[in-house]
């Protein structure tokens, strides 16, 4: 919980301020360009050891990711991508080639820029003693009217979630995953969202937050929560259900929206798939319901 102390004082520090509509404490940050154009604004930084292991894994894949972390921090906005801005920390050791890697690391921020028409337009490269390092900073903008917080999620309202949850790391998903855009596209043009946010450190971590910034509490549904076939089938049920709230690293969007509105996404294109997983009420926390109820 230390980093959500730490945000949560930079919230109370750095309050937004014209351009800045949005600032700490959201998947991205918003800025009003002029009286009729918005820009949307995420950033991440992923160090091998904690979010990967450079030894164990392709550059290529660990460039791909780099992207695409910031790419679902967008479609949790219900922005797309513009430009990339990309920053390396190269490990400064003899054992490592520093240019492959640093062409290897873009051979895979590129597939995955090109594909979502976004012009890598920038960054920095330096080298250092230490391991290495990827700072992605993306521009974005808005998919439609709509740029949903987490902080909009209201009593009545309905949770879902995209996408099964849990076992990320086994198949490495968390390498491979992708990003959420169809899913935010479709929610721009036909439903009005309440609160979103991408679910990267768990739902069991994600919710909580999103309650938090909402001042609202939420009844989580226990026996609908979607568990991902990456999750082992030979694991007890109690275990399966676990790993989909706790391991992390899935990318799914978890929204909050109107009860009228859930017939709409029940009823999304086949490619599409809206999981609802519980309520929004008034109060604070998240109540479990289980399957005796």
Known sequence: ?????????????????????????????????????????????????????????SPVLVGRKAIAVNLSDLAAMLAKPTAAFISLALPRDNSTNLQWLAEQLYQGLQELADQYDCVIAGGDTNSWEGPFAINVTLTGSPLGKQIPLRSGALPGD??????????????QRHLTFQPRLDAAQWLADNVPVSALMDISDGLATDLPRMMLASRTSAVLDMTRIPIH?????????????????????????????????????????????????????????????????
Do not use: Y
């Open 1 to 57: 919980m230390m980093e959500n102390d730490f945000l949560q004082s930079l919230e109370r520090r750095f309050t937004p301020r014209p351009p800045v509509l949005t600032g700490i404490g959201d998947d991205g940050a918003v800025l009003e360009a002029d009286s009729s154009r918005k820009i949307v604004v995420v950033t991440d930084m992923l160090l091998d050891g904690t979010h990967f292991r450079l030894a164990e894994v």
């Open 158 to 171: 309905l949770l879902f979630v995209t996408g099964p949850l849990g076992g990320s790391l086994l198949h």
């Open 229 to 293: 076939t990456d999750v082992p089938a030979s694991l007890p049920h109690e275990q399966r259900l676990q790993a989909a709230l706790n391991d992390g690293e899935d990318f799914e969007l978890l929204l909050a929206v109107p009860a009228e509105t859930a017939s709409v996404l029940l009823s999304a294109p086949n490619h599409l798939h809206f999981h609802p997983i519980g309520s929004v009420q008034a109060g604070t926390g998240v109540r479990l319901k289980l399957a005796n109820g």
